[in-house]
């Protein structure tokens, strides 16, 4: 499997950004997809996950009401919608592909992860 983000930049706070995720390898739209990021001396966090289907979606506090995970399984590919984005939403941003019978925010539920694409929020 591979996975590839992109859309990443810099940005004032305030502004949107929209990063995607396109994979490759195997058969996409079974397995739940995720988001997580990692800032500067912390450790990878989750931020959002979608199922299968686009059914169930789940946030991070920090997420819920700016973010929007979603997906296209025609295209093999998974979304980040970031809103209204603050300095600490800094960080490297990975997705990563989960399990396939179930949502999961568990960074260890996830096989699969892509190279990371930067997110630099300035205020």
């Known amino acids: 499997v591979q996975l590839q983000a992109s859309g990443g930049g810099l940005v004032q706070a305030g502004d949107s950004l929209r990063l995607s995720c396109a994979a490759s390898?195997?058969?996409?739209?079974?397995?739940?997809m995720g988001w997580f990021r990692q800032a500067p001396g912390k450790e990878r966090e989750f931020v959002a996950a979608i199922s299968w289907n686009g059914g169930v979606t789940n946030y991070a506090d920090s997420a819920k009401g700016r973010f929007t995970i979603s997906r296209d399984n025609a295209k093999n590919t998974v979304y980040l919608q970031m809103n209204s984005l603050k300095p600490e939403d800094t960080a490297v941003y990975y997705c990563?592909?989960?399990?396939?019978?179930?949502?999961?925010?568990?960074?260890?539920?996830?096989?699969?992860w892509g190279q990371g694409t930067l997110v630099t929020v300035s205020s």
């Open positions: 390898g195997r058969t996409f739209s079974i397995y739940t």
């Open positions: 990563a592909e989960g399990p396939r019978l179930y949502i999961a925010r568990d960074i260890g539920e996830y096989d699969y």
